[in-house]
């Protein structure tokens, strides 16, 4: 390898080092994230569905805002997750999802009665 090819890469890397810390110092400062973990994941989900329920307000706008057919896709994507995961969760996990599908289900169903209307 010439020294020109060897520089080029050294040089990349250290654009890519130097982005990497650009963005750590834009994070608030003592900022830990969560521990990933099965619920977490699900109740992020459910967040983002009852947003799309209008039920909560879009934390970005502080606007309640409707998108039934995102609210569906969210759905059906817990719903999904329910269905690959039987067998694999812990009794705390399953219920979990059990409660949360149950309560965005009736409040899909509320929503697109009252649009029937």
Avoid: C
């Avoid at 994070?27 to 990933?36: C, I, S, T, W």
């Avoid at 970005?60 to 999904?80: C, G, P």
């Amino acid at each position: 390898m010439n020294e020109e090819a060897k520089k080029n890469i050294d040089e990349t890397w250290k654009d890519e080092a130097k982005k990497e810390k650009e963005e750590l110092e834009k994070q608030p400062e003592g900022f830990v994230p969560p521990e990933p973990d099965f619920s977490f994941f699900i109740t992020t989900l459910s967040l983002q569905a009852s947003i799309a329920l209008g039920i909560i307000p879009n934390p970005t706008t502080n606007q309640k805002e409707e998108s039934l057919t995102q609210a569906k896709f969210i759905v059906d994507t817990l719903s999904m997750l329910k269905d690959k995961t039987t067998g694999n969760l812990n009794s705390e996990e399953d219920s979990l999802l059990e409660n949360i599908l149950y309560e965005l289900r009736m409040a899909y169903v509320s929503k697109t009665k009252g649009e029937a209307k």
